[in-house]
């Protein structure tokens, strides 16, 4: 018999990094943790399975990096339900 369920667990790690043109900030270090799990089962005999993700698990608020415009809000802790089946 197969196991139905698994979990999934992510750690993010990021090391501080500069905030300014002129590297007078600095952004901290920061560590991020995503926690998942999926579940098998069956929808009127066809194969389904239930997702459910939470990311940001420890809601930690940070600005992020990035490409043009630069600096964007790191999204807040979220919870995401996905269902798929075969019909």
Do not use: C, H, K
Not at 9 to 25: E, K, Q
Not at 51 to 65: A, E, T
């Amino acid at each position: 018999m197969a196991i139905a369920a698994s979990i999934d667990f992510a750690l993010i790690r990021f090391g501080t990094s500069p905030a300014s043109i002129d590297n007078a900030t600095q952004n901290p270090e920061q560590t991020l943790l995503n926690l998942g799990g999926r579940y098998r089962f069956t929808i009127a005999g066809n194969p389904a399975t239930l997702r459910v993700v939470i990311n940001n698990l420890n809601n930690y608020y940070f600005w992020n990096m990035g490409l043009s415009p630069g600096l964007t809000q790191y999204p807040p802790r979220s919870v995401f339900a996905y269902l798929t089946a075969d019909i």
